[in-house]
């Protein structure tokens, strides 16, 4: 058992802020390391778009597996920024997304160069454990530290949130809150209250990934949130209960209590998937192997295992249990979707700056 393991997260932002400043990444070229999270309290909605301020507060766990690598190097003389994912080079909506997100990084530095991108994603295609976390916060650290902006951990962790939200998280290691931030007042005072950090726990847990189908999904996770928030009338009262279940996560964490941690993130996931199914038009993400994989999880505790489910934009399962059980666990998940892919992933590290060499 591991105490307070997102502390190591906070070490390795810290180290990743210091060697900026110590020059392991040269000026103007810089790689960094960050790795996916799943949230036991969800994030779904934001109430400002364009700042990607949320409506609720989520905490998540941050994997030990699929990090992504990002090299940022800056092009003196470049008209515009060009990135390569795989060495495929981004074109459309994702080279906006990520010019979007340089410009930001570019207004703080007061530069106009135009950069490189060079991403390596581990996640096996359509293992269906979303990039953008590891992505964004991977390029908020490689980038800050092309540019020359010296940022401590929460400010990397708010530039990573307007990049895609849950990449806030993905900053620290172990479990990680984020912050909704304040909902009156200024955006600015917002912005600054939008971040995330590192939160106690005594928890050590393994979450199994089930993947029960890696297509691409029908609908986006912007585009389901948005019409989740505009049309559900079970999205409020979700969100009400949201900031009670994470006030609940939060305690159970602290003493160590993995049922009470995997009860409360088993009811918030489901919730969040009744506030889309109540949506008009739906989004149901959850398939009949889902439901299956529900089901074998619930027949588990029955026979004295701790295990809870959470799903997030997609059919996906991920299984919150003991390290002790996971092979358990694992094969009962195996057994009852044979045509499935089942991963066993661990409480991983932080967002840090690589340096030369590595
Ligand atoms: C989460 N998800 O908390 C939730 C649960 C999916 C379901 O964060 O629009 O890719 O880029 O801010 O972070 C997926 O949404 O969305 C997500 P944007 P993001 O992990």
Redesign the pocket.
Known sequence: MRTEPSTAGTTAAAAAVVAGRAGRATAGDATAVAHP???LI???G?RDQSL?LPWTS?L?MTLDLFPTTTRVRLAPGAGHDTAALNGVPARGETLRRITGFLDLVRETAGSGRRAVVDTRNTVPTGAGL?S??SG?AALAVAAAAAYGLELDATALSRLARR?????SRSLFGGFAVWHAGPDTGPAAAADLGSYAEPVPAVIDPALVVAVVNAGPKEVS??EA?RRTVGTSPLFRPWAASSRDDLAGMRAALERGDIDAVGEIAERNALG?HATMLAARPAVRYLSPATVTVLDRVLRLRREGVAAYSTM??GPNVKVLCRRADAERVASAVREAVPDGTVLVAGPGPGARLLGEGE
């Open positions: 999270n799943i949230a969800k994030y779904w934001k990607v989520s998540s979303a953008s976390a964004f990049g895609s939200g849950s990449a996770s912007r949130m969040m997030d934009a």
